[in-house]
């Protein structure tokens, strides 16, 4: 039975439409199992269609995949491919763009992203098969171009059978940067920074807490560095398997702001992409620089402190007076005259139960003086000429003779302690004092001094925000005019002045403050949206968790703890074991010699001229 033409020709394009939808369906399976881990934490697609040939691009099978199976928010726009492509450079946009294989090439227009930060998609559309070696060679050479310019690493480009990404570190013959297929696995800032395989990495460490870089003499050029920060950098740079290119250190440190908006220091290098991360500790603080430099992890911590010059020394002449604290004399003093009034009410009660006959029994305030008289002579471990005649008032006097001895003791031991370790006057330790005090308050590096003393905060620390004074001297050794000349006051972070000026406070040339201003969470700096920035952080954190920083950290101090015992122990070997007194060391003596007999003087005048007034 022959079947009608019509028929035949309605079966045929059925068949064919069953085996387009058929494979239609497989590629996206295949496009689910490809793009379904680099799209899953977006929040959001561009997808740009050519205005030219926008129904075109509809039909691509990859526009209908991110357009009905993706399950991301689209928001579809339209190009020309001959026209200028603005973006925000510091932007995060993420984009599905549908271009020819050319227009990719040549990196002009929407093809030379400047953004870090997005997720690139590119649909050749005019692809009617897998890029051969020859296009995968320019598409390559393209993309080590962007890569080299911007650090721009997240394409994936969609050809008819294939994902397509560029892998910074492979290797084309000597030349770092590769095409390769993608295969679904992870997210490329997961999979492509497990090995850098060597890449070369710029890095600059400065002169700070925890780095400490070796120049030579005669050339002035670096050598090497040591300290926790290095430690740090071994490891990242053994775990991530990059070369550590170290740059010479710049002579601005962390950088200042010049009147025109520019900066020098690492903060300009990193505006002018002049390394790839800086590994000395920054302040984390708004350096105004938000859009070019990015915070890492906070890696530890520190607080600024103030330090001021030592409070002087007490002279040796009044020296005893300062050896006991002054509850101590207080007591001293008033629990003589307590003593001497319950004498009184001892004698009182004798006198008026007759146990105590007197002389003249009618000169009660004579009796009163000659007790207090008395009552200090046994205080200060005298003898009496005569005891009274109460056993009562005996007893009284012998005990207080075992607190004369107690209060002895301790006079004598604070003042043998003195004499072999110095005594200073009070040191400042409140914000307060040092207000008070009126020293100005030196500092080197602007990013210090411009948070520290907020105006707003305090009506002092308004006054104490007046007597910054800026040293613009990167080189100055403030703590040692400090320690040398006083006059003024510096700031410093506080495990700074602990490592590297412990000397001064051994030397009890330089007091810290005890009430510290500020306190920062202390990170390094990459540029912004760095390529290696997740890879980075999350080796930091590893870091940070095991206790390896700070075991670092605690070795740093523990050398220089050992440094300064074994100083002292050499200073205390070399110096007399016995402190020898000298004349000058009694001088305190003799003052009280000529004021009691300046008093003895004054009571004979008064005692004649009593004894005038009453004849």
């Given at each position: 039975?022959?079947?009608?033409?019509?028929?035949?020709?309605?079966?045929?394009?059925?068949?064919?439409?069953?085996?387009?939808?058929?494979?239609?369906?497989?590629?996206?399976?295949?496009?689910?199992?490809?793009?379904?881990?680099?799209?899953?934490?977006?929040?959001?697609?561009?997808?740009?269609?050519?205005?030219?040939?926008?129904?075109?691009?509809?039909?691509?099978?990859?526009?209908?995949?991110?357009?009905?199976?993706?399950?991301?928010?689209?928001?579809?726009?339209?190009?020309?491919?001959?026209?200028?492509?603005?973006?925000?450079?510091?932007?995060?946009?993420?984009?599905?763009?549908?271009?020819?294989?050319?227009?990719?090439?040549?990196?002009?227009?929407?093809?030379?992203?400047?953004?870090?930060?997005?997720?690139?998609?590119?649909?050749?559309?005019?692809?009617?098969?897998?890029?051969?070696?020859?296009?995968?060679?320019?598409?390559?050479?393209?993309?080590?171009?962007?890569?080299?310019?911007?650090?721009?690493?997240?394409?994936?480009?969609?050809?008819?059978?294939?994902?397509?990404?560029?892998?910074?570190?492979?290797?084309?013959?000597?030349?770092?940067?590769?095409?390769?297929?993608?295969?679904?696995?992870?997210?490329?800032?997961?999979?492509?920074?497990?090995?850098?395989?060597?890449y070369p990495m710029r890095i600059q460490m400065f002169k700070s807490v925890y780095t400490r870089p070796e120049m030579d003499p005669s050339t002035g050029q670096l050598l090497g560095v040591t300290g926790p920060d290095f430690l740090v950098a071994q490891m990242l740079s053994n775990r991530l398997n990059f070369t550590m290119h170290l740059q010479q250190p710049d002579k601005n440190y962390f950088g200042e702001r010049s009147a025109n908006g520019s900066y020098n220091g690492a903060i300009g290098s990193i505006m002018n992409d002049g390394l790839d991360i800086c590994l000395t500790g920054f302040f984390v603080k708004d350096y105004l620089v938000q859009e070019y430099m990015d915070f890492t992890v906070a890696v530890y911590d520190d607080e600024l402190c103030i330090y001021v010059p030592k409070a002087s020394r007490i002279p040796q002449s009044i020296l005893p007076i300062f050896a006991v604290g002054y509850d101590i004399w207080l007591g001293f003093i008033l629990a003589a005259f307590v003593c001497a009034l319950v004498w009184m009410a001892l004698r009182i009660v004798n006198l008026k139960l007759e146990i105590v006959r007197p002389d003249e029994p009618e000169n009660l305030v004579r009796q009163a003086l000659a007790i207090v008289v008395d009552t200090w002579v046994v205080w200060v471990r005298v003898n009496l000429s005569h005891l009274p005649s109460s056993y009562a008032e005996r007893m009284f006097i012998g005990s207080l003779c075992l607190v004369s001895v107690i209060f002895g003791a301790i006079f004598e031991s604070s003042l043998a302690t003195v004499y072999i370790h110095p005594l200073y006057y009070k040191d400042i330790n409140t914000m307060q004092e040092l207000d008070d005090s009126g020293l100005k308050v030196v500092y080197k590096y602007t990013s210090m001094a411009d948070d520290l003393f907020f105006s707003e905060t305090s009506p002092l620390f308004a006054s104490l925000n007046k007597k910054l004074s800026?040293?613009?001297?990167?080189?100055?050794?403030?703590?040692?005019?400090?320690?040398?000349?006083?006059?003024?006051?510096?700031?410093?972070?506080?495990?700074?002045?602990?490592?590297?000026?412990?000397?001064?406070?051994?030397?009890?040339?330089?007091?810290?403050?005890?009430?510290?201003?500020?306190?920062?969470?202390?990170?390094?700096?990459?540029?912004?949206?760095?390529?290696?920035?997740?890879?980075?952080?999350?080796?930091?954190?590893?870091?940070?968790?095991?206790?390896?920083?700070?075991?670092?950290?605690?070795?740093?101090?523990?050398?220089?703890?050992?440094?300064?015992?074994?100083?002292?122990?050499?200073?205390?070997?070399?110096?007399?074991?016995?402190?020898?007194?000298?004349?000058?060391?009694l001088q305190l003596a003799f003052y009280v010699v000529i004021g009691g007999n300046l008093l003895a003087f004054l009571g004979f005048f008064a005692e004649h001229f009593w004894k005038r007034l009453l004849n």
């Open positions: 039975m022959a079947v009608p033409g019509w028929i035949s020709l309605t079966l045929l394009l059925l068949l064919r439409l069953n085996t387009e939808l058929s494979l239609g369906q497989m590629n996206f399976t295949e496009m689910d199992e490809l793009l379904a881990e680099p799209i899953r934490d977006l929040p959001q697609l561009e997808l740009w269609l050519r205005g030219s040939k926008q129904h075109q691009d509809e039909a691509n099978p990859y526009v209908q995949w991110f357009l009905h199976r993706s399950g991301t928010p689209l928001h579809i726009l339209t190009y020309e491919e001959n026209h200028d492509w603005l973006e925000d450079p510091f932007g995060r946009d993420n984009l599905v763009v549908v271009m020819s294989l050319s227009q990719l090439i040549s990196n002009r227009g929407v093809a030379a992203p400047s953004q870090r930060a997005g997720v690139f998609f590119y649909i050749l559309e005019d692809q009617t098969q897998d890029l051969t070696d020859e296009e995968q060679i320019q598409l390559e050479n393209s993309c080590r171009q962007l890569w080299m310019l911007h650090k721009i690493y997240n394409r994936f480009v969609l050809s008819k059978d294939s994902l397509w990404i560029y892998d910074p570190f492979k290797h084309r013959d000597s030349v770092f940067g590769r095409l390769v297929r993608y295969f679904g696995e992870e997210t490329l800032n997961k999979l492509l920074f497990h090995d850098m395989a060597g800026w040293n613009r001297d990167l080189h100055a050794d403030v703590i040692d005019d400090v320690a040398r000349n006083g006059g003024k006051a510096g700031v410093s972070r506080y495990t700074s002045l602990m490592l590297e000026s412990s000397r001064f406070m051994l030397l009890q040339k330089i007091w810290v403050v005890p009430e510290c201003p500020k306190y920062y969470t202390i990170s390094y700096v990459m540029p912004r949206n760095s390529p290696w920035e997740d890879a980075i952080n999350a080796l930091l954190l590893r870091l940070s968790n095991a206790g390896l920083i700070v075991k670092w950290i605690q070795d740093e101090k523990s050398r220089v703890d050992i440094k300064m015992r074994l100083s002292i122990l050499e200073a205390n070997a070399n110096s007399e074991l016995v402190r020898v007194l000298t004349i000058g060391d």
